[in-house]
C-alpha cells in the first residue's frame, strides 16, 4: 500500500535553533517528493521538490534531503525563525497519472 | 499576480443544508483539484478536473458530494445535504500543464462547520 509517514507530529524548538523533520515513504514507482509548508490558515504552499537523481536541495535555510534507496526524506531548517512555526507536509507523488500521496504532516512551533 | 482565489472563507451552516463552495484557480492552470483536510486524516484528495474536465473522482466520499468545472475560471464543490461530519477545511488547487514538475498552488481554503 502506497503510503507517507511523517515524523515527529510536532515539535517545539527555540528560535535559532536547528531541526529536521522526517519523511519516509512505500510509495512505488516513485517519480519525485515534494516539501509543503502550511501556515495556519492558509494553503500549503511548495518549497522544494525533489526527483529520483537528487541527493539534496536547498531553499535558503530549508535543506531537503533525499535517499531513493531506503525510501527516506528529511528537511533540515537552519536558524530557526519565528516565522517557520506551520506545519510542514510531505508529498509523494508516483509515476504520471497517479494520485499525489501526502503525508499528516509535521506541526513545528518556534518559540522566542 | 492573484492565486488561486476560494469562496467563501468560512460557512457555518445546519445539518442538512447545502453547501456550496467556489473556486477560481490560477488563469492558465489547466489542472484543478479539490481536498479535504482534518486532523485526523490529513489531505485527502476528492476530485481532480483537467482542463475542464473530470479525471478522477474516486476520492469523493459519497453521492451527497458533487464537483463541476463549467469553464477554464470557475469550479464549484457542492455538498446536498450536508452533515457535521463533512465539517473541514477544503482547499482548492491548480496546477500546470507542462514539462517538468509543476507545483500545484492552493487557495486559503474554506473551513466548513455544519452543525
Known amino acids: 500500500k502506497n503510503q507517507v509517514e511523517q515524523s515527529p507530529q510536532s515539535l517545539i524548538i527555540l528560535e535559532g535553533k536547528n531541526c529536521t523533520l522526517q519523511?519516509?515513504?512505500?510509495?512505488?514507482?516513485?517519480?519525485?517528493l515534494r516539501w509543503y509548508k502550511q501556515d495556519t490558515g492558509r494553503g500549503p504552499v511548495s518549497l522544494t521538490i525533489m526527483t529520483f537523481s537528487e541527493n539534496t536541495k536547498s531553499n535558503g535555510r530549508y535543506t531537503a534531503t533525499l535517499d531513493a534507496d531506503t525510501k527516506q526524506s528529511s528537511l533540515h531548517i537552519t536558524a530557526s525563525q519565528l516565522s517557520d512555526s506551520a506545519s510542514y507536509i510531505c508529498?509523494?507523488?508516483?509515476?504520471?497519472?497517479?494520485?499525489?500521496?501526502f503525508g499528516k504532516g509535521t506541526t513545528l512551533s518556534v518559540s522566542s | 499576480d492573484a492565486g488561486v482565489i476560494q469562496s467563501p472563507r468560512h460557512e457555518v451552516t445546519e445539518m442538512g443544508q447545502e453547501v456550496t463552495l467556489r473556486c477560481k484557480p490560477i488563469?492558465?492552470?489547466?489542472?484543478l483539484f479539490w481536498y479535504r483536510q482534518t486532523m485526523m486524516r490529513g489531505l485527502e484528495l476528492l476530485i481532480y478536473f483537467n482542463n475542464n474536465v473530470p479525471i478522477d473522482d474516486s476520492g469523493m466520499p459519497e453521492d451527497r458530494f458533487s464537483a463541476k468545472m463549467p469553464n477554464a475560471s470557475f469550479s464549484t464543490l457542492k455538498i446536498q445535504p450536508s452533515e457535521p461530519r463533512d465539517s473541514a477545511v477544503y482547499f482548492c488547487?491548480?496546477?500546470?500543464?507542462?514539462?517538468?514538475?509543476?507545483?500545484?498552488?492552493f487557495g486559503d481554503g474554506t473551513r466548513l462547520s455544519i452543525l
Open positions: 488547487a491548480s496546477r500546470q500543464q507542462g514539462l517538468g514538475n509543476q507545483p500545484q498552488h
Open positions: 488563469s492558465g492552470h489547466d489542472y
Open positions: 519523511c519516509n515513504y512505500t510509495v512505488s514507482p516513485f517519480s519525485n
Open positions: 508529498v509523494v507523488s508516483g509515476q504520471a497519472g497517479t494520485a499525489l500521496i
